[in-house]
């Protein structure tokens, strides 16, 4: 139990002290009332002796009684009412709350720290007016009458004669069976005169004539001169005295009621509040009825018939009672109590009790337990007192009590007054209030046992719970406190008598007992036995209940060990009685306390529970803060609960939330719990939403919301965006420069502010998850902003427009007029702004209406509240309210400071600058493919729309790919311009041949220059050809744009970056992009392989030496089911700034060259140097172009696209060449020394197939055009058109050293050499000799040695043959060259010269002549290396005899 401010031992003397009447004269009455009180109120704050007293025991021993009380009251002739009682015990527990501001005992226990009040005083009041109002029986004497005040005034006409008729009233009530109510003790009760004298306005003198005559009559110690109103009532302001009645009054009656006025006093009562409380001994209606002073018939506690005893209890006024009492005691706090006592008549009026309790009282307790004692000895016919035989009675043996059980109902039985029993319970009953606690044990004993006898079970419970109380409390605890008695007389109580008041009362005796004795555990379960659902009936039980849990459950929290749990579980159950009595503001207190241990402890379902009840109790008691807070936390929680359940906590809350929201309607708009928002996920578009495509036109990717982020694509645009900048600015990217961020989201850079066009829409995408199992109705869901307009020219602006919501000229909001989360869903919403102004706008959150669409339920005992509608999609269930979007930026981790601390960086996505005016354009693709042939050619058109109202102007493309697309070179005009014109036409330029010319070459020259290639250019950036340069507003453009499939199969993203900028220069933009992916999905065409060698023929046309053949395969390696039928090779073309194709040299003179399903096709052609007058200077861009074509119609492949794609193909060549640095090595000669040789084994013929293939599809055929590129770098290297496959390497072991990596060699490698000088030997085929004439064959040979390079070179040529040679073992024979064996020659840069050789025979056969060793170097080299020319090919030379 929770402490007290008395202890036990002064809590039940308090409890139990004898009862004085007081029957007034009207004369008397009234001077009482001039101080606002009734006597008996007069007196009470000096009821209470100052001093010890003594008496003597009937065996003469002096006894002291300490701190003696006694309890004077008014006669009232009928009993209290139950219900008034019920009423009074309400009022009083309601009226005593905790005081505000109180420090709660904080106490630990394990995990738990509790704020616990440690006091209860509404507990404490409840329990004081229970027991002060408990009503008189017949088994007990406790609160009988013992003695009567008579009390008249000096100023009445016959003091004396009205004594005698107060004295006769008293007589008749007390001993008229009419009256059976109140109780009197004994019937001769002690009758003391008092004459009430006021000092102000009586006759002094005659007032003590008066009194003499009182005492001639009634003896000195029967009357007393009471001298009051020392002041009259109008000095009362004048000095300051104190009011001791005040608490009393209070205390017992909350307020007092009583309306005081000069004339009768009428008692005013409100029967629907709290404030319909009396005194419980106030005095009632002052009507005289048959000549009476007073009517004694009703009691104060007596209920208005009219009124309905339930409503005062509970009920929905329950709640303005709490109010109007506020008010009734702001009203009565003006009364002052005693205005017309001085602090001489306060000691007065203590001296009078003194005196009538000395005096009167005392001596008259002390004779009638004498008297008693006397009746007891005589009827037990003993010759000792009954304290001197006690011993030899209770020593004895002992008969077997019966069982409680056993024992059949005889609560009814009644003994009559003068039965000897009951003169045994009086006399233990006086002893027990004048503090003589052993004689009042030894009576209450004896008393038991007879009562037990006689089966009269209502007096033996008496008797036991008095005998309890008595052991407990006898000095010097000679025995143990016997709780069985307890628990027998409250199984009694409650079994047999079925009155739970008294089983109440010895409960509450009993567990204070046990409390003081440190036995909680058993003080909890005794206090738990009386509040099960079932023991009584009816509103007053829910609030005994409810107090008795609620000190169960501080015994449970104050043991040795507390038991927290048990704590909580029971102020949980103590709050529910509390709610069912009606007592909401304790019911919420206990509910807070409980909520202590279950929060945060995993007890999902315990803490719902709880913070509903919180929130209903706070809503009923207008604490509607508290409310929404406790309704919001079921909400935001992870709540366990089912669907139904839910939805009746969401219909509460919105309930409560409108109720809130109705109180301040012009208020800041409240935070909502729910949906949840995960503010780290919103994401914000800047821009219109992508077109869908129409027909054949398809519009630009771009971004969109519907794009999935991705880092490697990002950082790619990025690199696109930054190639072109740098092109822009000659080279550099500005230092302001950040890369154009259309979607912002977790994972873009958002430290800076995000710039925004006016005009054009933000949209942002806000992610809301529903936590509930029900759904939930967000309407009129928008944005919420603010706004800032600004001159970013210059000056300022400071207008500064908060939350301009309702000012849609500055920025236009989208509102969504229904949106549905399903339940437990995660779901997107987005909302659009449109800014019209300049400046600054910050989106703070968003402002919706929450509402629910599933109808009401009953669950768990909770409904619909009142008042709210039930019907789906119900607007009254509706609430507005807004919720932030706050986003963290990302962590800091820079600095060594940022790296110990924990700093977040700004996130500023949702804080965007709007910009002025900017052109925007669109892109639109026609007839653009989605899948190709590799290599396939194929003409589409983009569209480009500028949709502002501002020209565009500098538009480019940039792309990884530049080899995917063209918008053709200068040539490109010659070209249809519109798409329905080239619906059926070629790609390429074509013009019609003469079909004399046969396999020849058509040459034709270009520029790489014209094609946007060349030195310096940036071959990924490519300017779009517009019309002036400049697109205007609302203006349109077609161009024509050539696709080629990728070389390699599969799926392909090509990303398209188009940059334009405005014509007009602003400062906060430069320029703007718009992104384009194009998936092309390829599949196989034809594989090209080619190589290029030396031809041993040396003149060509023109006498001169540096012919080549180039061998071409083609392979067709079309798989798909394509319905490609075949391919036909329409044409060879070459391309290059030395070289051209001369003519085809198949044997074949079929010029169709078809290559069905998985054939292969071999080519041969003749490579012829270009003429002097074709070939440019090496710093030129100027290629030679030559056609072999294998049909009736040439394609122009100098000409726009052939020529676009060639040199796109080259550009990657290119770059790598102009990329590549020069090396400085120590040995300058040797660098340049590799340089010459390695040029004169390189080439740079480039191929080009062109190819037709015929498609049918859908029963219609198609061609397709396409090309294929061969670079040709290397003499005698094979190259392929497709991109060879990196073989994975072979695990080699660590090698721990370095290797020596030179992008040059100083050495030049044998392969190098081999290709210095070039060899040719010239001889006959066959060569007749008539061997029978001459023995010896003698054949002229020339040898023709060629100097490939620019360098002087050193030649020598060995004719001796080589022993080991495997050629000459393979030859039949041998032959002898004649003449000189060595010839050491130097040949300048490309000169041709020949040796005169002659070769001996001696046999006819077959010979080999290519065994001249050739040894070359440079002439400024000291490193000789043979050639390989001569093993090339064998110089076979046949030897006939003649």
């Known amino acids: 139990?929770?402490?007290?401010?008395?202890?036990?031992?002064?809590?039940?003397?308090?409890?139990?002290?004898?009862?004085?009447?007081?029957?007034?004269?009207?004369?008397?009455?009234?001077?009482?009332?001039?101080?606002?009180?009734?006597?008996?109120?007069?007196?009470?704050?000096?009821?209470?002796?100052?001093?010890?007293?003594?008496?003597?025991?009937?065996?003469?021993?002096?006894?002291?009684?300490?701190?003696?009380?006694?309890?004077?009251?008014?006669?009232?002739?009928?009993?209290?009412?139950?219900?008034?009682?019920?009423?009074?015990?309400?009022?009083?527990?309601?009226?005593?709350?905790?005081?505000?501001?109180?420090?709660?005992?904080?106490?630990?226990?394990?995990?738990?720290?509790?704020?616990?009040?440690?006091?209860?005083?509404?507990?404490?009041?409840?329990?004081?007016?229970?027991?002060?109002?408990?009503?008189?029986?017949?088994?007990?004497?406790?609160?009988?009458?013992?003695?009567?005040?008579?009390?008249?005034?000096?100023?009445?006409?016959?003091?004396?004669?009205?004594?005698?008729?107060?004295?006769?009233?008293?007589?008749?009530?007390?001993?008229?069976?009419?009256?059976?109510?109140?109780?009197?003790?004994?019937?001769?009760?002690?009758?003391?005169?008092?004459?009430?004298?006021?000092?102000?306005?009586?006759?002094?003198?005659?007032?003590?004539?008066?009194?003499?005559?009182?005492?001639?009559?009634?003896?000195?110690?029967?009357?007393?001169?009471?001298?009051?109103?020392?002041?009259?009532?109008?000095?009362?302001?004048?000095?300051?005295?104190?009011?001791?009645?005040?608490?009393?009054?209070?205390?017992?009656?909350?307020?007092?009621?009583?309306?005081?006025?000069?004339?009768?006093?009428?008692?005013?009562?409100?029967?629907?509040?709290?404030?319909?409380?009396?005194?419980?001994?106030?005095?009632?209606?002052?009507?005289?009825?048959?000549?009476?002073?007073?009517?004694?018939?009703?009691?104060?506690?007596?209920?208005?018939?009219?009124?309905?005893?339930?409503?005062?209890?509970?009920?929905?006024?329950?709640?303005?009672?709490?109010?109007?009492?506020?008010?009734?005691?702001?009203?009565?706090?003006?009364?002052?109590?005693?205005?017309?006592?001085?602090?001489?008549?306060?000691?007065?009026?203590?001296?009078?009790?003194?005196?009538?309790?000395?005096?009167?009282?005392?001596?008259?307790?002390?004779?009638?337990?004498?008297?008693?004692?006397?009746?007891?000895?005589?009827?037990?016919?003993?010759?000792?007192?009954?304290?001197?035989?006690?011993?030899?009675?209770?020593?004895?043996?002992?008969?077997?009590?019966?069982?409680?059980?056993?024992?059949?109902?005889?609560?009814?039985?009644?003994?009559?007054?003068?039965?000897?029993?009951?003169?045994?319970?009086?006399?233990?009953?006086?002893?027990?209030?004048?503090?003589?606690?052993?004689?009042?044990?030894?009576?209450?004993?004896?008393?038991?046992?007879?009562?037990?006898?006689?089966?009269?079970?209502?007096?033996?419970?008496?008797?036991?719970?008095?005998?309890?109380?008595?052991?407990?409390?006898?000095?010097?605890?000679?025995?143990?406190?016997?709780?069985?008695?307890?628990?027998?007389?409250?199984?009694?109580?409650?079994?047999?008598?079925?009155?739970?008041?008294?089983?109440?009362?010895?409960?509450?005796?009993?567990?204070?007992?046990?409390?003081?004795?440190?036995?909680?555990?058993?003080?909890?379960?005794?206090?738990?036995?009386?509040?099960?659902?079932?023991?009584?009936?009816?509103?007053?039980?829910?609030?005994?209940?409810?107090?008795?849990?609620?000190?169960?459950?501080?015994?449970?929290?104050?043991?040795?060990?507390?038991?927290?749990?048990?704590?909580?579980?029971?102020?949980?159950?103590?709050?529910?009685?509390?709610?069912?009595?009606?007592?909401?503001?304790?019911?919420?207190?206990?509910?807070?306390?409980?909520?202590?241990?279950?929060?945060?402890?995993?007890?999902?379902?315990?803490?719902?529970?709880?913070?509903?009840?919180?929130?209903?109790?706070?809503?009923?008691?207008?604490?509607?803060?508290?409310?929404?807070?406790?309704?919001?936390?079921?909400?935001?929680?992870?709540?366990?609960?089912?669907?139904?359940?839910?939805?009746?906590?969401?219909?509460?809350?919105?309930?409560?939330?409108?109720?809130?929201?109705?109180?301040?309607?012009?208020?800041?708009?409240?935070?909502?719990?729910?949906?949840?928002?995960?503010?780290?996920?919103?994401?914000?578009?800047?821009?219109?939403?992508?077109?869908?495509?129409?027909?054949?036109?398809?519009?630009?990717?771009?971004?969109?919301?519907?794009?999935?982020?991705?880092?490697?694509?990002?950082?790619?645009?990025?690199e696109l965006e930054e190639q072109v900048v740098a092109l822009v600015n000659k080279g550099v990217i500005p230092s302001n420069f950040h890369p154009t961020q259309y979607c912002l989201n977790s994972y873009s850079d958002n430290s800076k502010f995000p710039l925004a066009v006016v005009e054009e829409p933000i949209t942002v995408e806000v992610a809301f998850r529903n936590p509930l199992k029900v759904p939930l109705l967000l309407t009129d869901l928008s944005l919420l902003w603010k706004f800032q307009p600004k001159d970013f020219s210059g000056k300022n602006n400071e207008e500064v427009k908060e939350l301009v919501t309702s000012e849609p000229e500055m920025i236009g909001t989208e509102v969504i007029s229904e949106f549905l989360i399903n339940s437990e869903e995660s779901k997107v919403a987005r909302l659009k702004l449109f800014p019209h102004h300049i400046g600054e706008l910050h989106i703070l959150g968003v402002v919706y209406n929450l509402g629910t669409i599933q109808s009401s339920m009953t669950v768990d005992g909770i409904g619909a509240p009142p008042g709210c509608h039930t019907e789906k999609h119900s607007l009254s269930m509706l609430v507005r309210g807004r919720q932030d979007l706050e986003i963290q930026g990302p962590r800091l981790n820079n600095t060594k400071e940022e790296k110990t601390s924990i700093k977040y960086g700004p996130d500023r996505r949702l804080d965007p600058i709007i910009t002025e005016e900017m052109p925007l354009l669109e892109v639109f693709f026609i007839h653009f493919p989605t899948g190709l042939l590799c290599g396939e050619i194929r003409k589409a058109y983009v569209e480009f729309v500028n949709v502002s109202k501002c020209p565009l102007t500098g538009l480019k493309v940039v792309s990884k790919r530049p080899e995917f697309f063209t918008f053709g070179g200068n040539t490109a005009v010659l070209t249809p311009l519109s798409p329905s014109a080239s619906e059926n036409c070629s790609a390429y330029k074509t013009a019609v041949t003469d079909a004399a010319s046969v396999c020849t070459a058509f040459t034709s020259s270009a520029s790489s220059v014209d094609f946007g290639i060349g030195v310096g250019s940036h071959p990924e950036v490519i300017p779009v050809p517009l019309p002036d340069t400049v697109l205007l507003p609302g203006a349109s453009v077609q161009l024509p744009m050539w696709l080629r499939g990728p070389d390699e199969e599969g799926v392909h993203e090509i990303n398209f970056l188009f940059y334009y900028e405005s014509v007009k220069k602003l400062p906060k933009i430069r320029h703007r992009i718009l992104r384009h992916t194009a998936v092309i999905c390829t599949s196989r065409s034809l594989n090209v392989r080619a190589t290029v060698c030396r031809s041993n023929s040396l003149e060509d046309e023109e006498g001169r030496g540096g012919n080549m053949l180039v061998f071409v395969d083609v392979e067709n390696v079309n798989t798909s089911e394509a319905s490609v039928k075949e391919f036909h090779i329409v044409q060879v073309s070459s391309s290059s700034k030395h070289w051209k194709l001369h003519k085809s040299v198949n044997l074949s003179e079929n010029k169709d060259a078809k290559l069905g399903s998985r054939e292969k096709g071999k080519f041969c052609f003749k490579a012829i140097r270009c003429k002097e007058k074709e070939v440019a200077t090496q710093s030129s861009e100027k290629y030679t172009f030559a056609d072999i074509i294998f049909g009736n119609e040439q394609i122009i492949s100098s000409a726009s696209p052939c020529a676009d794609f060639f040199y796109r193909s080259l550009s990657s060549e290119l770059k790598k060449s102009q990329v590549q640095p020069s090396v400085h090595t120590e040995k300058h000669s040797a660098a340049d020394a590799v340089r010459l040789i390695q040029k004169c084994s390189a080439v740079d013929l480039n191929v080009v197939i062109l190819w037709k293939a015929y498609v049918v599809e859908d029963s219609k055929q198609l061609i397709l055009e396409g090309q294929h590129h061969i670079i040709l770098h290397t003499i005698g290297k094979e190259a392929f058109s497709y991109p060879q496959k990196q073989e994975p390497p072979e695990m080699e072991l660590l090698k721990f050293f370095r290797s020596e990596n030179t992008t040059v060699s100083s050495r030049p490698s044998v392969e190098q050499f081999s290709n210095l000088i070039k060899t040719s030997l010239h001889y006959p085929e066959s060569f007749n000799h008539p061997f029978h004439q001459k023995s010896l064959c003698l054949v002229p040979v020339t040898l023709l040695l060629s100097n490939c390079s620019e360098a002087d070179v050193d030649v020598i040529v060995d004719l001796r043959h080589k022993p080991t040679s495997p050629e000459s073992l393979e030859i039949h024979g041998s032959f002898t060259w004649l003449g000189q064996t060595q010839y050491k020659l130097r040949l300048k840069g490309e000169e041709i010269h020949s040796l005169q050789l002659k070769a001996c025979f001696v046999h006819t056969g077959v010979y080999n002549l290519g065994t001249p060793r050739v040894f070359a170097k440079l002439s400024d080299q000291l490193t000789v290396v043979e050639t390989s020319q001569q093993n090339s090919m064998p110089a076979l030379i046949i030897i006939n005899n003649v």
């Open 1 to 718: 139990m929770a402490q007290c401010v008395q202890s036990v031992q002064e809590l039940i003397p308090d409890s139990f002290v004898p009862c004085v009447a007081a029957l007034c004269s009207d004369e008397a009455e009234r001077l009482t009332r001039l101080n606002h009180l009734s006597f008996a109120e007069l007196l009470r704050p000096f009821s209470r002796l100052t001093s010890e007293v003594h008496m003597r025991d009937p065996n003469n021993q002096l006894h002291v009684i300490k701190n003696l009380k006694i309890a004077v009251s008014n006669i009232i002739t009928q009993p209290p009412h139950p219900g008034a009682i019920r009423k009074l015990l309400s009022d009083v527990v309601s009226g005593s709350q905790p005081a505000e501001g109180l420090v709660a005992n904080v106490i630990t226990a394990g995990d738990y720290d509790l704020n616990i009040s440690a006091t209860t005083p509404w507990f404490e009041s409840y329990r004081e007016t229970f027991l002060q109002s408990m009503p008189a029986s017949d088994h007990e004497f406790l609160n009988h009458y013992l003695a009567c005040m008579l009390v008249a005034s000096s100023s009445e006409a016959e003091p004396v004669e009205q004594f005698s008729k107060l004295s006769q009233e008293q007589h008749r009530i007390q001993h008229n069976s009419d009256y059976s109510y109140p109780k009197w003790f004994i019937p001769n009760t002690l009758k003391y005169y008092v004459l009430l004298h006021d000092v102000s306005a009586g006759d002094e003198q005659r007032a003590e004539s008066i009194y003499e005559e009182m005492k001639q009559k009634y003896g000195t110690q029967g009357c007393y001169l009471l001298k009051i109103n020392s002041r009259t009532s109008n000095r009362a302001s004048d000095e300051q005295i104190p009011d001791p009645w005040s608490q009393y009054l209070q205390k017992n009656s909350i307020q007092n009621q009583e309306s005081y006025e000069d004339g009768p006093c009428t008692v005013t009562s409100n029967k629907n509040s709290d404030s319909n409380l009396l005194s419980l001994d106030g005095l009632d209606n002052e009507v005289k009825v048959d000549g009476l002073p007073n009517n004694f018939r009703v009691h104060p506690l007596q209920l208005d018939p009219s009124s309905d005893s339930s409503n005062s209890i509970d009920g929905p006024d329950h709640v303005k009672s709490a109010s109007s009492l506020h008010e009734t005691k702001k009203t009565n706090t003006g009364i002052i109590h005693g205005a017309c006592l001085t602090l001489t008549d306060h000691d007065r009026i203590r001296q009078f009790i003194q005196e009538f309790t000395f005096r009167g009282l005392l001596p008259h307790i002390e004779k009638t337990i004498r008297q008693l004692n006397d009746q007891l000895i005589s009827r037990k016919g003993l010759s000792r007192s009954l304290f001197s035989a006690t011993k030899k009675w209770f020593s004895g043996s002992k008969v077997p009590e019966k069982s409680i059980n056993d024992l059949k109902n005889t609560s009814g039985l009644l003994y009559p007054p003068e039965a000897p029993e009951l003169q045994i319970r009086k006399m233990a009953d006086l002893c027990f209030l004048v503090q003589h606690y052993d004689l009042a044990y030894n009576c209450y004993h004896t008393a038991k046992k007879d009562f037990l006898n006689d089966q009269a079970m209502l007096y033996a419970a008496g008797a036991l719970e008095m005998a309890a109380v008595s052991a407990f409390l006898q000095p010097g605890a000679p025995r143990p406190y016997p709780a069985h008695y307890m628990d027998t007389a409250i199984q009694t109580y409650r079994d047999i008598c079925k009155n739970m008041v008294l089983a109440e009362r010895c409960v509450l005796l009993s567990a204070e007992i046990l409390k003081s004795q440190s036995k909680y555990s058993e003080a909890a379960a005794l206090l738990i036995r009386l509040t099960s659902e079932n023991t009584w009936k009816g509103m007053d039980s829910d609030l005994r209940s409810a107090l008795l849990l609620e000190q169960a459950a501080h015994c449970f929290i104050n043991m040795k060990s507390p038991m927290v749990r048990k704590y909580a579980f029971h102020m949980i159950l103590a709050g529910h009685r509390f709610s069912k009595a009606g007592q909401k503001k304790h019911a919420l207190r206990c509910y807070c306390q409980a909520m202590q241990v279950y929060k945060g402890k995993g007890w999902s379902l315990a803490e719902d529970h709880i913070n509903f009840t919180i929130g209903r109790q706070s809503y009923t008691l207008r604490q509607l803060d508290n409310a929404v807070s406790a309704f919001r936390h079921i909400l935001i929680n992870e709540s366990k609960q089912s669907a139904a359940q839910q939805g009746a906590f969401l219909r509460e809350y919105l309930y409560v939330y409108k109720n809130v929201s109705q109180l301040s309607p012009d208020g800041p708009l409240p935070q909502l719990p729910l949906p949840y928002i995960n503010s780290s996920a919103t994401r914000v578009f800047f821009g219109h939403d992508r077109r869908p495509a129409d027909g054949e036109k398809q519009a630009a990717t771009h971004v969109s919301l519907d794009q999935e982020y991705d880092y490697e694509s990002s950082q790619q645009w990025r």
